[in-house]
């Protein structure tokens, strides 16, 4: 039905839609833990893969002392430019009500844009952006888990043919499990990071401290060095660096669940020394055993060490890959409440609101998943794959934090420009880098990002188009309430809910009950669901209430795009401003869309055929509003665009 459909607000005020803090307070100390735990789960297990993966660049002859100190460099300024300079100083200032990510700065940015054109561009900024984050959240989990348990390759080769049946179950292990809902393990998250961090951190201090000589990379001058000397061959090493910084963009999504102090007190004092430190050892190692680079994160600790590591590394790997899928679950609900998705189903796994789980998107990512692993078998041939999708994000995010930063911030044009033009050139390069490898599987996320733009893109088209049907075909609310005193109608007892999309408009519900029943309940609720560019939406705020006329009600509630509408709930919660609402006395009539082409189709066929497969398969509103079934009266409507 057309009022089933969340849309968003041309511009919804801060200052009248206040934030309301939700989340119980945690001690400093615990939130810290707890961001160890979730945030950095990607960036942390990038040890694994990124050094190693850079270093194969280079043929035997060409890996001199040079390259190795050249590519620490590198992978160290890309820590420190990116991660902490433009996300955890600069981009995480950018919050929309205390929340982060690609879908809240893309809601900020369109508020605060000037003209409608100027706020669709973003609109498909921030989409795109989002498109390639559900690409990381697809090969993250397939390449944590395959390099964590190569691992054993190290110090049991004759376990190397069971690397991949391992990874496989445990992928289906982990999709498994997320119908039960993350809250009880989550508490272990964080101690189990700790110890990583600690572990990887001691591995390499241990390497340094014999071979201090490897600090000298400390100096991009070593980095500057060996893109001018090996040019192209230094180009190709630029995409498997950008490697070391995946996970960035989590910091940022994930800023809302636990503040932006204890995020950045995590990675300056804890995070960022740990992966330094293992980087810089495994690279002392290298240059004292030149073997060592066929797997130098395993080779870096004792013999006796190396199991423990595996076991520790694909615990590590599975929470970085629990991290993308509860990351992609409330990507999806955001993108149903913006109205990029069709309704999705979202089951509550617990009373925190974060925690959901969409089977859908569950489905679709084990599926992913699978094909991945099986399609590439190694995490040095996924990390191809991986180097687009971040570095596709990242170009996002700059062009969207440019605009609030010098919008919303009041910074001047040049001081946006410079800084997040300078980002953008960055970030740029390294995706220009990793352009190189797209027939190697970089292709991957670029057809997963065309795939998601595609059904994205339509089904927005799509609710336009019949939203503009609908206003056209509909009957002027202020017209039937008119008429309605002179009308011969006859009021039957009960309270009738209709759902509507424009307030100011009559539902064909209630059109097609009078013309097939006649009748007309003595209390009748008109109910228009609206989605606000903010998170949340405080229960002051959640509902307005006008009595239209004798037994005649209109009610508007605001939802936020990372929460879940109740209808019945809210409801219930307005009888003390004078809504009648018994819920055993309550109908909702709500209408059946059939949806056709028109003569003359306003959207290109491809796009129509995607808006009616995904229009046939969406859930109900009946079980997205959380609508009890035995209480809905369903009338067809026939809408044609």
Known sequence: MIGSELKPSEGASPE???????????????????????????????????????????????MTHGAVLGVLSLIFWALFLIVT????????????????????????????AGSPGTRRMLGIVGVLGACLVFGDGVITPAISILSA?????????GLTQFVLPVAIVIVFMLFAFQSRGTGGVGKLFGPIMVLWFLAIGLLGLN?????????????????VRLLLENRLLGFEVLGSVVLAVTGAEALYADMGHFGVRPIRLAWLFFVLPSLVLNYFGQGALILHDPKAVANPFYLLGPPWAQIPMVVLATAAGVIASQALISGAFSM??????????????????????????????????????????????TSAALGAAYGIAVTGTFLCTCVLAGIVFRRHFGWSRWMALGVFGGFFVIDGIFFAANTLRIVDGGWVPLALAAGLMGLMTSWHRGRELMLARWKQDSMPLALFLGRLPQSRT??????????????????????????????????????????????????????????????????????????????????AALRNRGVPFEPMQVSYFLGRETIVPSLQPRMPFWRLWLFLVMARNAVSATEFFRIPSDRVVELGVRVAI
């Open 16 to 62: 009248r839609f206040p934030a309301e803090p939700m989340k119980p307070r945690m001690s400093q100390a615990a939130m810290v833990v707890g961001a160890l735990g979730v945030v950095y789960g990607d960036i942390g297990t990038s040890p694994l893969y990124a050094f190693q993966a850079s270093l194969q660049h280079f043929p035997a002859g060409r």
């Open 85 to 112: 300079v433009k996300y955890v100083l600069v981009v995480m200032r950018a919050d929309n009500r205390g929340e982060g990510g690609i879908l809240s700065l893309m809601a900020l940015a369109q508020r605060v």
């Open 149 to 157: 348990i190569e691992g054993v390759e190290v110090s049991e080769p």
């Open 207 to 223: 390497e340094i401290v014999h071979h201090p000589v490897i600090l000298l990379a400390l100096s991009p001058s070593f980095g």
């Open 332 to 377: 999806a609900r955001q993108c149903v409440q913006l109205g990029y998705f069709p309704r999705l189903v979202v089951r509550h796994t617990s009373d925190i609101e974060g925690q959901i789980f969409v089977p859908q998107v569950n489905t679709a990512l084990m599926i992913g998943v699978t094909v991945l692993v099986l399609a590439f078998r």
């Open 490 to 571: 006859l009021r039957v007892p009960g309270i009738a809910v209709f759902m509507t999309g424009n307030p100011d408009y009559v539902p064909n519900a209630l059109l097609h009950n009078l013309k097939h029943n006649k009748v007309l309940h003595e209390r009748v609720i008109f109910v228009t669901v609206n989605n606000i560019d903010e998170p949340e939406v405080s229960r002051e705020q959640r509902a307005t209430v006008e009595e239209l006329a004798a037994g005649v009600y209109r009610v508007v509630l605001r939802y936020g795009f990372q929460e879940s509408p109740n209808i019945p709930a809210d409801l």
